[in-house]
């Protein structure tokens, strides 16, 4: 394991200190942070402005990226997957005069080295349709996840760690330097892991991911997705960055939330829902409920209603979300006709819920597949 510091955990402040200690001008700390975040360049030999001691020095002491790409996908509706191995040396510096490089061949399906699951996360970009530009970083948070969803690939083999603030930011730097992709302009952290139990990486990472020196990316374009812990998410609402807060409910009671969700054992809904009411009022913004609808189990008429009443409670909108089938996991994508009925008896009761597009289908799509799949190779 490198254990140099992470150019991705530093701010213009740590990296100046880091540089001042290694005898360079302080201002080389803003001219590597252009490079890296404006540029897309992590070769130290590459950034022209810097004297060649320069250069090597920040070789010598800085990593610029850490881990290495083990499988990257392409899905026919251009989404990109990439399984990302952080005990592995990476591979050669990713940059935009490198379009060799293994993160800008967008059309590999290989899983070329099998490494140790344990240190391996996904990440996922997302483009919208051909007329618009925006393009989603999915992002992980842990190794694994303790969580234990019933429906999930990365639950299946538990908790392996968390990832630092770097290797949050990473990921949706490197998703921003796949071939055909301008710049993320959105991030969600509904990859691997839950995000409130990462929280003071997770929140420093947002800092840098909407830091104008870093990704520069809106507060408001970006979405944390937790199965719902009440302490964390009135913890979150206090660090006032106006992000997106998403509920993972997946269940209208708590008797079928606490089958397909171990930790809702010690959650109940309505605890959830005072967590997000008090959300609302001190940020004012709208809690969002994902409810990923499993064929026979939680899609029924009657499951909407009950949907639709704890929607109203916490004045909340509602995404549906298809399940994308899991390879040894008893669950079903549900038919369209069932989708559709369900979003109709929510709309019908007032409640604002889409449904959301299933992107990727021809890769891993699901949450964890990827790492599931390569691990059992
Ligand atoms: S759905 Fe999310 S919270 Fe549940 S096991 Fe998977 S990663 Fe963890």
């Not at 060799?100 to 140790?116: A, C, I, M, R």
């Not at 991030?187 to 104008?212: D, H, K, S, W, Y």
């Amino acid at each position: 394991m490198d254990d140099r510091p992470h150019l991705f955990d530093l701010t213009p402040q740590t990296l100046g200190e880091l540089i001042a200690d290694w005898g360079m001008p302080a201002f080389r700390a803003k001219q590597v942070l252009e490079w890296v975040y404006q540029q897309g360049v992590t070769d130290p030999q590459l950034m022209t402005n810097l004297g060649k001691a320069d250069r090597q020095t920040l070789a010598q002491n800085l990593c610029l990226v850490r881990g290495r790409v083990l499988g990257h996908q392409l899905a026919t509706d251009g989404t990109q997957k990439m399984l990302i191995d952080w005990s592995l040396p990476p591979d050669p510096p990713v940059s935009p005069v490198s379009p060799e490089s293994p993160q800008n061949q967008p059309d590999t399906h290989s899983l070329n080295v099998l490494g140790d699951s344990a240190s391996q996360t996904e990440c996922v970009m997302i483009p919208a349709d051909e007329s618009k530009p925006r393009r989603t970083a999915c992002i992980s948070s842990q190794i694994g996840c303790a969580v234990g969803c019933k429906f999930c690939a990365s639950g299946l083999g538990g908790l392996d760690g968390n990832l630092t603030a770097g290797q949050i930011i990473q990921q949706a730097w490197q998703l921003g330097q796949l071939k055909g992709v301008d710049r993320i302009s959105h991030i969600v952290f509904m990859g691997m892991g839950e995000p409130l139990a990462n929280f003071n990486e997770v929140t420093r990472a947002i800092q840098t991911l909407t830091a104008p020196w870093g990704l520069g990316i809106s507060a408001r374009r970006i979405t944390v997705s937790t199965v719902g812990l009440p302490s964390q998410i009135r913890k979150l609402a206090e660090i006032d960055i106006p992000i997106t807060l998403a509920v993972s409910l997946h269940a209208p009671n708590d008797e079928l939330r606490r089958q397909l969700i171990p930790w809702a054992k010690s959650v109940t809904i309505d605890q959830l829902i005072d967590a997000g009411r008090d959300y609302f009022k001190k940020t004012g913004r709208e809690v969002t409920l994902e409810y990923i609808l499993l064929g026979g189990v939680n899609d029924q008429p009657e499951h909407a209603h009950e949907l639709a009443h704890i929607a109203k409670r916490l004045r909340s909108n509602i995404n549906l979300i298809r399940y994308n089938e899991v390879a040894a996991l008893p669950f079903n994508r549900p038919a369209d006709p069932s989708v559709r009925q369900f979003q109709h008896v929510l709309q019908t009761a007032g409640v604002n819920c889409h449904i959301r597009a299933s992107r990727g289908r021809d890769i891993a799509a699901a949450c964890g597949q990827l790492r599931h799949e390569h691990r059992s190779v």
